[in-house]
Structures are given as structure tokens and as C-alpha cells.
């Protein structure tokens, strides 16, 4: 079982992010949240008891804003609920800004072996005009301080940013590769309802173009491959050994059980660790007041108050495969796509050794090719 721990919690929040999370909160609801999230820890630890934890990734948010004591009470919680609390890799989520040594170093020896920076640009440019409260010489010094402390940490590059061009596309993926054994570039998302998507809409913002953003992954995925970090997911390139477990779990649809608000799950089994008879995915309310409510006024992992709660059925979940599967190097097993008809698409796939994956032009168009195989 993976376990995943949301800590919504930021110093301000980006132009471009939709992910759960709240600026400028009091220590109190802080405290509520933390007091809310041991809580559903306990309940967690009654209801899959009969679960291994083979991973652990706190996020947010802003976990790094998290006091080095907090992270030691979280922790220790955890060890504490989990009798055989031994997960093969934990990680943690952190910003340049807030990723101090004392925090890294909390970090450390409350058992987190990997951490993940957002970046996002190495441009003050482009970080100014998102919103990102550090600059580019503070995310080199923070890289420092983490490669001080930990063997494996990864950091996030963002494509598509105002002032992106090909030349600084090329640059940032140099600098990420040559710091980091771990990259991910994410295309920019532009989430409704953000500040950016406001801005683009009245003309305030110039953005990269579909094809422009699509060319820089290209860009990307050429300079971390020529430093040995191999693309292994649509977005993230590794050196050999360094893929991250925990979001490889989610591609090849691991149970997965996500506490805090806004956190996602993913359950098949009962609370003796039997099978259910069908799969279950779920998410707890993004609202802070909803969430922390809700935890305190029940007694039980099933009895927290939902947002979504959706029963899968077998052809959701063989979609689900084929969707995530495809995202991968490793792909899927080619009887997971008998009986469709994938003449069109063929000239984007590769069958080796029973199994079907993307080649690297099937994955610059994988919405339009699932969309056919689907
Ligand atoms: C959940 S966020 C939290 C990371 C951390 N708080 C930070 O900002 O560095 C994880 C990553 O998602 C990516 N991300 C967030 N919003 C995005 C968007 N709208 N489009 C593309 N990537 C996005 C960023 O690269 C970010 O580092
Ligand atoms: S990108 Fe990270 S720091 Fe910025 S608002 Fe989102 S979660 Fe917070």
C-alpha cells in the first residue's frame, strides 16, 4: 500500500497552481489541521492494519513550512500507528524558500530518504511572473543544502512559463540533470480559476504556444537523456534506480490511501485485508474546515466524510490501466488492449516480450492515441 499525506499549506500561492493548498493561514488552523490529520492517521491504522506501507510521500502544498519539531510528531505518529511501519522509501515535498538545514535535517532523521523540490524555472523572470516567492540563485542554494543531506531527491522543472525559449528550456534541463538524479518536467497545466488562467484570458500574459510547449519536452527529454537521466513516465526521467517508487505505484494502480485534505484514495481491501469485491476511489474535502470537521466528528477511516466516491467497475479499471500503463516505459500487457482495433495507432506502439508501450512520438500525441483506444 502506498500512503500519501497532504500538508495544504503555502506562503503564497502560485499564479498557475490548483493543487490544494491555502496562503496565509494562523498557527491555529494549522495546529487544528495537524491535531485533524494524527487523528485520521489512527483511524488509517485500525482500517488497513492488515496492510504493509511500501511507501510514504508527504506532499502539498508546502510541507517544508512544517516546523522540525511537527515533522518529528508526524513521524513519530506514523511509527507509532503502523507497528511494522518500514516503508522502502519515503518522501517529502519541499520549497526552495523554506527547505532550511534544519528543516532538511528534521526531515532526515524522521526516516525521509527523498525529497522533491519545485524548481520549476531556473529564469528570476519566469519565477517572478507566476508568483514564485524565490529566485533562481535561492533554488541553486537550497539544491546545495538538500545534496548535503540526501543521496536521492528530485526537482520539478515547469514548461511553458512567459519567458520560456528553447535556449532556456535547454539550459534549465542542463542545470537539473547535472544537480539531480531525479527530474520532472511538467507541461503548465492552466487550471480555471487560477490567477494565470485569468491573466491569459484578459491578455495580461503571453504564453507559450501548444506546439512551442510540446517542442520543449522534446528539448528536455534529448538533455536529460544524453545525461543518463532515461525518461521512464511521460514527465519524469530518472538515472537507473532513481525512478520514484511511490508515483510508479500509482501508474501501475498500487492501493493507495491518501490522508488530509484534498488527498485521494484508491481502496481494495477490507479491513481484514481481504480483497473487496470492487475496487473504491475516494477523496476528502479540499475545504480545511470541512476536512478537519469531518475527522472530528466521526470515529472510523469509513465513517470520514467524503468528496467523490466513486465504485469502479471492471471497465474503468481496464481503462485506468490502459491510461496509466501507457504513461510508462514499461507500458502494459498487450491482452490488456484484445479485441480493439489499434491499426491506427500502431505506427505509435512497440510490442516486446508480451507487452504493448508508446514510442516516443506515440507519447508527444498519447491523449489522441488513448483517445482512439479508448
Ligand atoms: C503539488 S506541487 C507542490 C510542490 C511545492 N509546493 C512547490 O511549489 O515547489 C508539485 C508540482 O506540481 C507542479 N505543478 C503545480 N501546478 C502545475 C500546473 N498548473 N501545471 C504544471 N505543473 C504544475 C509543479 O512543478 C510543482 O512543483
Ligand atoms: S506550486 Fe507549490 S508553493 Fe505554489 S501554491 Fe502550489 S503547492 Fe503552494
Known sequence: MLLYIHFPFCRSKCAYCDFTSYANCGEALVFSYLTALNREIAFASERFAHSRIDTVYLGGGTPSLLSPKQIEGLFAKLRKSFPDYAPVEVTAEVNPESATSDVLAAFRDAGVDRISMGVQSFSDDNLRAVGRIHTAAEARAAIKRIDQLFDNFSLDLILGLPYDTPELIREEAREAAGSAPHVSAYELTLEEGTAL??????????????????????????????????????????????????????????????????????????????????????????????????????????????????????????????????????GIPEELLSGRDLSRVEKFTVREGGRIRLTRDGLSVMNSVLTEII
Open 197 to 330: 488562467f485569468a491573466a491569459a484570458e484578459e491578455g495580461r500574459v503571453w504564453l507559450p504556444s501548444d506546439d512551442e510547449v510540446a517542442d520543449y519536452l522534446d528539448i528536455v527529454t534529448d538533455t536529460l537523456e544524453e545525461q543518463g537521466l532515461m525518461r521512464y513516465e511521460v514527465s519524469n526521467f530518472a538515472l537507473p534506480g532513481r525512478e520514484c517508487k511511490h508515483n510508479s505505484g500509482y501508474w501501475t494502480r498500487e492501493e493507495y490511501v491518501g490522508l488530509g485534505a484534498g488527498a485521494h484514495s484508491l481502496i481494495k481491501t477490507d479491513a481484514k485485508g481481504e480483497k473487496l469485491p470492487n475496487e473504491i476511489r475516494f477523496a476528502s474535502p479540499r475545504d480545511l474546515n470541512a476536512y478537519i470537521g469531518g475527522v472530528n466528528c466521526v470515529s472510523a477511516f469509513d465513517d470520514v466524510p467524503r468528496a467523490e466516491m466513486s465504485v469502479l467497475s471492471a471497465d474503468e479499471i481496464r481503462a485506468e490501466r490502459i491510461m496509466l500503463g501507457l504513461r510508462t516505459r514499461d
